[in-house]
């Protein structure tokens, strides 16, 4: 509404329109404002602190694990055949599959980093807004950043603190969000163990 103002007070041509020099200076005013404003927005946006972190921990398997995985699966699948569940059998397999392929690769680093707004993790933005409380967990090494969000589907974020100072992520966390014990999920504790 303002630059509308503006324009409407500028100079105008014998047929009443507004003269090309105005309209280019309006475009450049508008331009400079833009600038100004997306300066202001990066600058917000400057990390407070930034960490690397692997995906997951990796644990190097040994062929016994292997053999392991593979005998309960086999027997689990020809359990499913013989009581005719075909479909969950073939389910199983799927997820085996998968789980083999996921455990057997070295874990991607993802940048994370705390912001005015929130905290990023590989270029995903979780709002402060979105994100009820955190914990970090001392007692295993490395140490992990538990987030617990206000999301039903996806209630908890774990990041491993590798190389950063955990001390200095809950100081910066706490002007932000509450501090509250939280624990893994007994599922993602349960396949870290048997090395997934």
Same mark, same amino acid.
């Given at each position: 509404?303002?630059?509308?103002?503006?324009?409407?007070?500028?100079?105008?041509?014998?047929?009443?329109?507004?003269?090309?020099?105005?309209?280019?200076?309006?475009?450049?005013?508008?331009?400079?404002?833009?600038?100004? !404003?997306? @300066?202001?927005? *990066?600058?917000?946006?400057?990390? %407070?602190? #930034?960490?690397? &972190?692997? +995906?997951?921990?990796? $644990?190097?398997?040994?062929?016994?694990?292997?053999?392991?995985?593979?005998?309960?699966?086999?027997?689990?699948?020809?359990?499913?055949?013989?009581?005719?569940?075909?479909?969950?059998?073939?389910?199983?397999?799927?997820?085996?599959?998968?789980?083999?392929?996921?455990?057997?690769?070295?874990?991607?680093?993802?940048?994370?980093? !705390?912001? @005015?707004?929130? *905290?990023?993790?590989?270029?995903? %933005?979780? #709002?402060?807004? &979105?994100? +009820?409380?955190?914990? $970090?967990?001392?007692?295993?090494?490395?140490?992990?950043?538990?987030?617990?969000?206000?999301?039903?589907?996806?209630?908890?974020?774990?990041?491993?603190?590798?190389?950063?100072?955990?001390?200095?992520?809950?100081?910066?966390?706490?002007?932000?969000?509450?501090?509250?014990?939280?624990?893994?999920?007994?599922?993602?504790?349960?396949?870290?163990?048997?090395?997934?």
């Amino acid at each position: 509404m303002r630059i509308y103002r503006i324009v409407h007070a500028g100079p105008k041509t014998h047929d009443g329109g507004l003269s090309a020099g105005f309209i280019n200076m309006s475009y450049q005013r508008l331009f400079i404002y833009t600038f100004i !404003i997306s @300066d202001v927005i *990066i600058k917000t946006m400057q990390p %407070l602190i #930034s960490w690397d &972190s692997p +995906e997951h921990i990796h $644990i190097e398997k040994s062929n016994d694990w292997y053999w392991a995985v593979g005998i309960v699966s086999i027997t689990a699948v020809a359990l499913c055949f013989i009581f005719g569940n075909i479909i969950f059998g073939v389910f199983i397999i799927v997820g085996i599959f998968a789980l083999l392929v996921h455990s057997s690769r070295k874990p991607n680093t993802v940048h994370c980093e !705390i912001n @005015d707004r929130g *905290i990023t993790i590989d270029s995903r %933005l979780y #709002s402060f807004l &979105s994100l +009820e409380s955190f914990w $970090i967990d001392s007692e295993r090494e490395p140490k992990r950043l538990i987030i617990k969000s206000l999301k039903t589907f996806m209630p908890y974020l774990i990041v491993h603190l590798v190389d950063i100072d955990s001390e200095e992520i809950r100081t910066v966390l706490l002007d932000y969000i509450a501090e509250t014990e939280h624990h893994e999920p007994l599922s993602q504790q349960i396949f870290e163990r048997l090395g997934f």
